[in-house]
């Protein structure tokens, strides 16, 4: 919203020595925010001036164009006082008129400089400007002619023409359309500004009482239109001009002058925020009914578009159809044209939901829709009606019929009940109640029930914002003022710190970290050319996606089902970037589908029942928490101590056991063939018998599609039943002061026995004198047998309480042996 600072100070009084910067600092405040100041003449430098016409030579050129030759009186502007000649196009003046005369050394927008130069045989020294070429209006047919008693020759100007006002640009919010006019913007300076007073409401107006002899108007839909006010005027001119204020507002407004009638309305709107529509009275045919559209009935509008009208639609009709949008756009039909003398004024309330949708269904866009759809003051509509014949009669020459329709009640306001003291809670701050009241009261509300502790509040017919105790608590806090609340931090409430889950959760995250892995956090987002890439085949249960009703991406436009592609094209990037040895991890949710019934709507008006929360849901999809891990390059670097290791597919299950290990678990391990791995080189990860995820080796061609060097691993597993399981408070370790006893074994095995599954049989027949086991060797060759391989172990044996006797650890180790063999197959070397 655009509003003229000498508009707004018309209808309220400003301190003078409050700056333009001053007032819209503290309308920003208060909730009108700033957007820009801007002035007419801001890109006009150098000499403007009044001048007089002295003389004026029609001169026809060859190309058929007739110039004039001028003299113009512009006074000591160009400092010799003499007359000065300039060549001008247009032909809407005579000899004796004042114009507007930009000298040689002005400079117009757009970066236009003014010198003298030689023009159809002249020296033209200077120019005569027209409303385009100073920015001020689209006219560009003639010159712009001021008044007889503008000024006198070389006086600037620029104040005659408004070049110097100052325009203010607000961001207004959609529920406060109050403010999307002068009248309100007004009344935000009065309650915003200190020393601000005298408010004068251009709405607060004598109008005449409706009568039986203004034009008939039915309203068939009250609900949709409750107030409908219709005024008449006849013998306007038509080739009446709109006066120079009229067109310097709505211009700084940023609307375009059309023609007087037009501009009127649109004059009205701006300065009392009621949308006026005129209607050709000539072109009406019979009464006026506001109703609904029917389904399949047409309108073309204003804007000459041809609409199929729905049967939400408010419109406006005559005997001849449809000639109106309602409160949205007229019709072609009844328009008001160039020979237009007899005009109908419609201002009518509109219900501000029909209005929206309207809009938003046909796509349309307008003044009158916007200020319509947030709700208007529904008690001036005679006002505002009224002001129209009145400019109409004074600057067009019109008569105002004696006929007055007023048909229907504007709908009155709902009382608020609210506590005195709610302001003081909420904002953290003393509010005393006669603040509050007062408060309320500028900006309009009547209030009740001082000094019971609850106050009853009647907002103003043009707060339709104004419906519950929390917007009446806002008015209070946002004119108190924002800035005077202090920020003071809270007293955090005594808590038991983070809870089991959070706890393990940040223990996973460490663990990780710890191994050399670095965190990152991926888009959940995939779509067929990633599973693609993984080398799913089509059955695989991670095909089933849940897809997204609005993705980001085109490409990418379901939930995911894992969380190795986000991590693998992060591997990727970092590689492409230049980083060799790449380390990544992730801890974030899935999506796995439902059943795939939708959610249901919930209530506003009422807390859901248990049995719609139960039924939100259930239509939710499940969303486990996973870890996933990717490595690429050196696990270890290359030095001057060495030859580095590259990473290698036991990097991958070592990283997921010592999560495991951190959480409390032992985690079992076998061969097994799945996608993305490599099948001779993947690991199912086992919890009790139930697989929790994979880790290994990427298969060759899923390197190759996300763009990652050969061999890279990773791995995936389900973090929620890891943590279900988890130890939460792991007791402290205990130490034996006494010596340890080593034994080592070397165990035969068939090649597809997993070496987890020896240790573990180890583990079971060694018995509590066991303290550790470690797998130090893996020998395949001639001296065993073909399909076998040999699993060297070391054994750790001690007691907490005393030295182990010659015999024991054998025994242990013995037993050890034998469980292996038994659960194995394992034969000692």
Known sequence: MKAPLSWIKEYVDVPADVTTEELTRRLTLTGLKLEGIDSPGAQITGPLVIGRVLTLEPE????????????????????????????????????????????????????????????????????????????????HDGIIVLPADAGVPGEDVRAVLGLDEEIIEFEINPDRAYALSLRGIAREVLVSVEGASGFRDPALRDTPPADDAGYPVVLEDQAGCPVFVARTVSGVDPSATTPD??????????????????????????????????????????????????????????????????????????????????????????????TTSRILVESAHWDPVAMFRTGKRHKITSEAGKRNERGVDPTICAAAADRVVELLTTYGGATADPGVTEVGTAPAPAPIEVAADRAARVAGIDIPEDRVVATLEAVGCTVSGVGTGTLEVLPPPWRPDLTDPQDTTEEVIRLVGYDT??????????????????????????????????????????????????????????????????????????????????????????????????????????????????????????????????????????????????????????????????????????????????LGLRLMTSAVAQAPWHPGRCAALELDGQVVGHAGELHPRVCDAFGLPPRSVAAEIDLDALLGAAVHLRPAPSFSGYPVAKEDVALVVTSDVPAAAVEQALREGAGDLLESVRLFDVYTGDQVAAGHKSLAYALRFRAPDRTLVEGEAAQARDAAVARAAEVTGAAQR
């Open 485 to 662: 609340i202090p920020a003071v931090l809270p007293t955090a409430p005594a808590g038991r710190g983070l809870t089991r889950d959070q706890q393990l959760r940040r223990r996973v995250g460490r663990t990780a970290a710890a191994a050399g892995y670095v965190e990152v956090v991926t888009f959940p987002f995939v779509g067929e050319s990633d599973l693609d890439a993984l080398g799913l085949p089509g059955d695989d249960p991670r095909r089933t996606t849940l897809r997204l009703s609005n993705p980001l991406s085109s490409e990418a436009p379901s939930m995911t089902t894992t969380l190795l592609p986000g991590l693998l094209r992060a591997a990727a990037r970092n590689v492409g970037h230049g980083t060799d040895s790449v380390a990544l991890f992730e801890i974030a949710t899935v999506t796995i589908p439902g059943s795939g019934e939708p959610a249901p709507i919930l209530p506003v008006d009422r807390r859901p029942t248990e049995e719609e929360f139960a039924a939100v849901t259930g239509a939710l999809p499940d969303q486990p928490l996973r870890l996933a891990v990717v490595a690429t390059g050196e696990a270890e670097a290359t030095g001057w101590w060495g030859t580095g290791r590259g990473v290698a597919w036991s990097d991958a299950i070592d990283v997921v056991q010592r999560v495991a290990d951190a």
């Open 60 to 139: 026809p050129q060859k190309n058929g164009k007739t110039i004039n030759w001028c003299t113009v009186d512009v006074g000591d502007a160009n400092g010799t006082g003499e007359p000065q000649g300039i060549v001008c196009g247009a032909h809407n003046f005579e000899v004796g008129d004042l114009v507007v005369v930009v000298l040689p050394g002005g400079v117009l927008p757009g970066g236009f400089e003014i010198s003298a130069r030689k023009t159809y045989g002249h020296v033209s020294a200077g120019m005569i400007c027209s409303a385009r070429e100073l920015g001020l209006g689209e006219d």
């Open 245 to 338: 204020f009229i067109v310097q507002r709505i211009t700084a407004a940023g609307m375009r002058p059309i023609s007087l009638a037009v501009d009127v309305t649109n004059y009205v709107m701006l300065e009392t925020g009621r949308p006026i529509h005129g209607y050709d009275l000539d072109k009406l045919q019979g009464a006026i009914v506001v109703r609904r559209a029917r389904e399949g009935e047409r309108l073309t509008t204003l804007d000459g578009a041809e609409r199929v009208l729905d049967a939400e639609d408010l419109v406006v009709t005559d005997d001849s159809g449809i000639i109106g949008l309602g409160g949205v756009m007229g019709g072609e039909t009844t328009e008001m044209s160039e």
